[in-house]
């Protein structure tokens, strides 16, 4: 019988425990975040399979003149991504993780790719000061989590959230009439394009609460009910509960491309707004899966066309540190 | 839970089944006199018109839930501390376990306080899905049915493009691989592939990784779904077994889900950074 990944993680965890006699749930939590810091390390920084263009074309809302489905809404479905390293650092994505040791062999910071902050012009999410410390904080001991707050909650298979989820793996958009629905590698969110007011504000939620409308090439997306607590990244940039975050997805004609242009908005937190801009491409399949950006199957079927299917995306239930699937094949 | 305890049953049927084979079972299940009988009946009794798809099939989109007590415990049952009663859903009262693996499900009742995977937030699988006391929303394409659980965040996709199973070496997924075909107006799925993760209520009930369901979902009016499935696993069951549930859909005013991702809550006080 094969040994599950959960059942490898937990024994490791236990004998850890049984030797150094720690607090078994935090050890148990610095552990997953020592796995899973060393695959999503390597990733980014080793090129290759990971998108990491310097630069990216800006796309005009206006007019759609893709295909459309059958309720209007221009058609988007497919599987997409980032195109830019991952969340491992939020605004100097090609730089790592806090304490990665391959940041010496990188070009100067002009070179590399822009922040995901372009607005304001330093690049810079415009923390007040106390909230600064706590990100300087959490940067300084994310590599020795001595603390539980310091895990990245990725790391624990949390949902990415917003905006995590647009720089982390892949994902798939699935649109209905009155909805688009984004399938993420750690959490699930529902666009509700009907109109609906909001949940109670009290509702606080790992993905928020979504109300959208299409304005031609672009989605524009109310979001409300952030808990907050999915960080940015791995560098430890946050909102509080009190962030209202308007999205704008603007598709690019060609339907090859969008840039995800939102606005973050909290006083409780910042000294003013700021905007993330974070550009996507569309993975077709023509292209080969890469273990990060795109990860999907064919389809087993009798004809001709290549038809693409994704795994089920499970984490918690493995003990093991982000999206990993429970796919594991029989002997 | 494993499968040591259940070593002592017969070997597995073949895991990679042709589709074929599933259509055959499928099959039998309306020859059957019991079953076919009912679906008649349900047939007759559909009231109203039921929402449909571009190309004709029956539209399962929308929230849904059952009222039954059947994730308390898929068999008949009286009240306990930790469950109402009720009349369970599987045809004939009880589940055909083998000797072995009866014993297993006793341990797991024992220790379902701590050991029901729902209880620390896992994937709730299939088909705990459909009758867990939660909403669950369908959403519906030509190709395809996803069913998103408010529990949890395991997105399951019913392929009804004519695709078969994975070939080669089976795989061990926590929601199954599910292959839908329409019979009638009745979804016919397909589900294998599975791990022996998963439980099939909060009393124990249990499979291994040879588990096999097929479901069939209809509608009963335009805001009722019968749901039915045959559950098979040789080394667990000593037959096939039914169990059958009705589904409602939500129609509170502005009803939606709102994610429920119950293993976040042993850590969501880390986070975000307060204020001093």
Redesign the interface.
Known sequence: MKISVRRQNLRRVAVLVGALGLAAPLLAQVQQARQAAAPAAQAPAGGGQIGNEKSFPEIASGKWTGPRLADGQPDVQGHWSNTISNHSNFTDPNLGAPGDRRRGELPPREQRAPSRVSDPADGQVPFQPWAAEKVKEFQQYFANPIKPEYIEPLARCAPGGVPKSFYWHGYEIRQYPGYVVLLFNSGTRIIHLDGKPHLPENIKLWNADSRGHWEGNTLVVDVTNNNGKALFGRTGEFSSENVHVTERYIFDNSNKRYNYVATFTDPTVYTRPFTVTIPAKRWTADDKPNGWHFETNLANHDGKEKILERDERICTENNGGFGNTAVTAKK | M??TETSSAPDALP?RRALGASLLLAAGLIASPLLGGEVLAAETAVSGKIPRL?NGKPDF?GIWQTTSAADYDLEPHSNRRDAPPGPGIVEGNFIPYLPAALEQKKKNFANRETAD?AA????LGVPRTVYYPEPF?I???KQDV?V?PQFG?????I?T???????G???????GDSRGHWEGDTLVVDVTDF?D?TWLDRAGNFHS?AFHVVERWKYIDPNTIEYKATLEDPKVYSKPWNISVILHRHREK?F????D?R??L???Q????K??
């Open positions: 494993k499968n895991r571009a989109s995977p620390k937030g896992f994937a929303q959403f519906q394409r996803t998103v965040h395991a997105v399951r996709t392929h493009n004519g695709s078969k199973h994975p070939a070496e089976a795989k061990e997924y926590w929601l791990n993760e990784e502005n939606q889900l709102i994610e991702y293993f976040t042993d850590y969501d880390y986070y975000p950074p204020k001093p």
